[in-house]
């Protein structure tokens, strides 16, 4: 089949499971089914992309329910198109308001599909908002099919093109593009609405590929990068200049990434000793964070400063690290005042969130010490019980998406001997208290030190997350590798197997 992946990327909203009991204005709704679901079962896990221009957190899982159906729904300050996965990927358009439903052919995973057009009929789009997300996903065959090297210019032309050679060749490009869009428009009626978006999407997609380049060419080159990031002429980001964007202006999803791109530039731009001094070995965070912003400060003017800035406080945020702004974050440093509130927004959520943190009874959290012997430890603690243990992150999408399914599975559990053990996993002790806290994750609680997380990886060969370990009643390790919550009958039979009953 021919690979459809759309490399997504970040732009302007904050995405949630649904809460039926509470709908704004400004939420989005996507629901749908999955048809003769009962007979593709093993492909339970529907994914929704959303761009967000403060994080590159924009993917939210959604495990399909056994009746296939699924429902996301989040925030949305202004129209953007997402993008929604099961078999293969397709976009949608949607604005303040919508509410999608998409009828997913289920017979999907036994069709034969030939081309771009076969994979986009699977979904069927109705409900508020549904015309101009149909008129986007008929686009998209047009986008995937027809704009040559869409999302990825081949390597030899990055390799071989000097920064001036290969400005031309995206200029030209980018005229080629606009004229087969043109064509394309021009074969069919056309709302306005996506007459506007489609020809920012192609530009906004050209300016994100000449961005990549910056480090593209060098890694292909074996040049330092930051060497030939400091020999850039000007002109070559001359058409920075003519995006000349606000947020009124922001449309599509390619934008985040080309933002993500900036910020790129603007790390490389550093010099190495600058760089060392501040990002490696002993280091205050609030140093750097004034740091970067203001080289946004220096580098850029208008928008583009304003969201950098922003995202760079955000990022703090986000990993509730809240602490770390302490002193140094100044919202007046932010003109555009969609970018400052939203902004606003998550900092008086995460200030909330901690002053929770500070007044909460938190003797279910453990800091291990070095040198603890961890699995010895918990077999003692909780001996005579079948223990159950996850290892998790709060940075790892799929952890978080296995913890919904552990919070129906512990109640069919509720009577039986079984503690429910979470190991926090490369992750700041902030993030962690903040995030059990956030998600109501009940249990008992584990963070290790880096040491003792590089010998435990080494027992037990943890190359990535979520990983789930069993232990029996008699403190045995009977799965080094245990089904995952989402596993649910096969868990419970493990679980009984590990009561011994």
Known sequence: MKNICILFLSALLLISCVDE???????????????????????????????????????????????????FAFELNQPIDIELEYFGRTRFYVSPGDSLFIDIDGKCWTKVINNTQDLHDLYKVSGKGSELAEEVKNYNVFFEDSINEAYHISDSIVRNLGPLDYSAYMNQKLKEDIAKLN???????????????????????????????????????????????????????????EANLSSSDFKTGWFGGLMHELDVKTTLSIPQEVEDSLYFGDVIISEQIKFDIE??????????????????????????????????YDPNLIADKNVKAQLETKYNEELKLYEQLQAEDNSHLHILNSGSDFINDIVTKYQGKA??????????????????????????????????????????????????????????????EEEDLVELNKRLDINSIPRYILINTDGEMIYSNAPHPSDNQVLLDAIDEALNI
């Not at 064509?183 to 920012?200: A, E, F, G, H, R």
């Not at 380049?213 to 292909?220: A, D, G, Q, T």
């Not at 003017?301 to 990993?319: Q, S, T, V």
């Open 21 to 71: 009991t509470s709908i704004s204005s400004n939420q989005v709704i996507v629901s749908g089914k999955v048809s003769d679901y009962e007979q593709v079962e093993n492909h339970n896990m529907m994914t929704l992309f959303v761009p967000d221009m403060f994080t590159e957190k924009n993917v939210e899982y959604q495990i399909i329910k056994d009746d296939g159906s699924f429902k």
């Open 183 to 241: 064509n394309y428009l021009s074969s069919q009626p056309n709302s306005k609405q996506l007459v506007d978006w489609v020809k920012t999407d192609i530009t906004q997609n050209n300016y994100w590929l000449r961005m990549r380049y910056i480090w593209r060419h060098p890694m292909k080159t074996g040049q330092d990068m930051k060497q030939f990031v400091s020999e850039l002429p000007e002109s070559y980001f001359s058409f920075l200049e």
């Open 295 to 328: 080289n946004y400060q220096s580098q850029y003017d208008g928008f583009f400063k304003d969201i950098l800035i922003a995202k760079r406080y955000y990022r703090e945020l986000e990993n509730h690290e809240f602490n770390n702004l302490d002193g140094v």
């Open 387 to 448: 223990i159950y243990i996850d290892f998790w992150a709060p940075w790892c999408g799929p952890c978080m998406t296995e913890m919904e399914y552990a919070k129906g599975m512990k109640k069919s559990l509720k009577d039986k001997d079984v503690v429910f053990v979470y190991v926090g996993w490369q992750c700041t002790e902030e993030s962690w208290k903040a995030t059990i806290t956030e998600k109501g994750i009940k249990g008992e609680h584990y963070i290790l």
